[in-house]
């Protein structure tokens, strides 16, 4: 079963704005990370953030872990519409498990 | 340097023949998994290999097998193919075994099964 659930399933947003996806999880686990996909195409690795941090930045992405509470957010900042994809939160445990992903539609 | 490669991208096989899937991964990259992606399951683990050994299987029947060799290239086989088979299988590979560092996925292979 998967171990993440993310939140919204899509998101269509206007160029320019920003857009933040959520995923909540279960079990411990060693990092988290994020995963943005293109129609039928592989994974490409966004950015991992470990369990002893709370917030991380690449470019304009931004990701925050609460341990507590078991869930992450990602932003991305001043979407563009090659941003249009699918993301997928994956957390590393004693297993590697995805979410069910976010949808993600920029409109130009 | 080369991304991940898998062979072949698409493949349309028969209910109850079997399929074998290659993956190669990054040149330095020890750690082969699979993946099933299907639009009603999402992305489900089957297995990973490290230093041609198991070391961590998902929830699929023994239909679904794989080996890594010495140069860490990967194959999957499913066997007796069903129709609920067909799906996009994806492989990644990593430094290390687990996923301290991330993966990087392949493009895919695009399963049906007809």
């Known amino acids: 079963s998967q171990q993440g659930e993310e939140d919204p399933q899509a998101l269509s947003i206007q160029e320019g704005e920003n857009a933040t996806m959520n995923c909540s999880y279960k079990?411990?686990?060693?990092?988290l990370q994020w995963y943005r996909q293109n129609s039928g195409r592989g994974l490409v690795h966004l950015i991992l953030?470990?369990?002893?941090?709370r917030e991380k930045h690449s470019g304009r992405l931004r990701v925050t872990l609460d341990t507590s509470k078991k869930s992450s957010s990602l932003l991305i900042t001043a979407s563009r519409a090659a941003d249009t994809a699918s993301y997928f939160c994956?957390?590393?445990?004693?297993?590697?498990?995805f979410g069910t992903g976010t949808s993600l539609t920029v409109i130009p | 340097k080369a991304g991940v490669t898998q062979t072949p991208r698409y493949l349309i096989k028969t209910r109850g023949q079997q399929v074998t899937l290659s993956c190669s991964p990054i040149?330095?990259?020890?750690?082969v998994s699979w993946y099933q992606q299907t639009p009603g399951q999402g992305l489900q683990f089957l297995f990973e290999?490290?230093?041609?050994?198991?070391?961590n299987k998902g929830n699929f029947p023994g239909r679904f097998s794989g080996r890594q060799f010495s140069n860490s290239r990967s194959e999957m086989n499913v066997s007796t193919l069903e129709l609920g088979d067909s799906a996009l299988y994806l492989c990644?590979?990593?430094?290390?075994?687990?996923?301290?560092?991330?993966?990087?996925f392949g493009s895919g292979t695009r399963l049906t099964v007809v």
């Open positions: 990644a590979s990593s430094l290390e075994q687990g996923s301290i560092y991330g993966y990087t």
């Open positions: 079990t411990s686990i060693n990092n």
């Open positions: 953030i470990r369990s002893n941090e």
């Open positions: 994956a957390t590393a445990g004693n297993q590697f498990y």
């Open positions: 040149s330095g990259h020890r750690s």
């Open positions: 290999y490290f230093s041609e050994t198991q070391r």
